[in-house]
């Protein structure tokens, strides 16, 4: 269960997706069998070497990904993860910290293959560099350049100000403002040059490009409660930051993570995308 556990934390945030993530470890579980007895008992630490197996599987699998995101229909974004009670088997549950919120998921898709996966394993996971060349199979040095320039990128986001109490507060008021239908309150919570960003996949309607302002976002807002007046809004941890989950009929159609500086919303991520939200239902 532990080493499972390891490896789904790695793989989900080298993917951004939990489902690649699973998929990925039953390979890599798949690649461990495979070996002769005699074989498994010459790896001192099977962990590390699961490790360094997922890790070269997801290196494979981000490179098509990049293709396949290019097909995409509208925005894609990280498949959101609920908080860690939610998982039915312990082995499957994200470690929620800072290097899982949606911002700085976000921010990972910038990054090359490679800048990822060498920042993740050693900024994240500690591994050393010169485990980090094995699976990506450059030499340390360059790997070391590779997670500096993923550094760069990561200053360019930082990490949430806000409290999670306080964020939690400002969430809170923006669903019941929502909830009321005060569109005066609702652009009072959002930053003058806010983004809201929403991923349908093609399977469900979803705007295809980013909403810019205020203003826009909250008519916006007011559009959709005008369009779904039973649907229901939760309070709930997307991705270890305060967010909101939309349900109809107790079913999850949209999960909303935000970014918040200050009093003020400056991004709202809504994941609209059915095969991204089967851990919310």
């Not at 649907?231 to 109809?248: F, S």
Request: net charge negative.
């Amino acid at each position: 269960m532990s080493e499972r556990r390891q490896l789904i934390n790695v793989a989900y945030r080298l993917l951004g997706s939990l489902a690649d993530a699973e998929d990925v470890v039953q390979e890599t579980y798949a690649r461990w069998y495979a070996l002769t007895p005699a074989q498994r008992d010459e790896i001192e630490s099977p962990v590390a070497w699961m490790t360094r197996v997922a890790s070269r599987i997801c290196l494979d699998v981000l490179g098509s990904a990049r293709v396949r995101r290019e097909r995409y229909v509208g925005e894609w974004l990280p498949e959101p993860v609920p908080d860690e009670g939610s998982a039915t088997d312990p082995a499957d549950r994200i470690t929620l910290d800072e290097s899982v919120n949606m911002a700085f998921m976000v921010v990972l898709e910038s990054m090359t293959s490679a800048e990822r996966v060498a920042f993740i394993l050693h900024d994240v996971f500690r591994y050393s560099f010169a485990e980090v060349a094995e699976v990506v199979g450059r030499t340390p040095a360059a790997c070391r350049q590779l997670a500096s320039s993923a550094r760069r990128r990561v200053r360019t986001s930082p990490a949430p100000a806000t409290p999670p109490t306080r964020a939690g507060a400002i969430v809170r008021d923006f669903k019941e403002a929502w909830q009321a239908g005060d569109i005066n309150a609702l652009v009072a919570l959002l930053d003058p040059d806010a983004k809201a960003v929403a991923d349908g996949g093609g399977l469900v309607e979803a705007t295809l490009h980013p909403i810019v302002g205020a203003e826009e976002i909250a008519r916006g807002l007011m559009t959709i409660l005008a369009r779904m007046r039973d649907m229901t809004m939760l309070l709930r941890t997307v991705n270890g930051r305060p967010g909101l989950v939309l349900q109809q009929d107790g079913v999850t159609g949209t999960v909303m993570a935000f970014d918040i500086d200050g009093d003020r919303i400056t991004r709202i991520w809504a994941i609209r995308n059915p095969e991204k939200l089967r851990p919310w239902t």
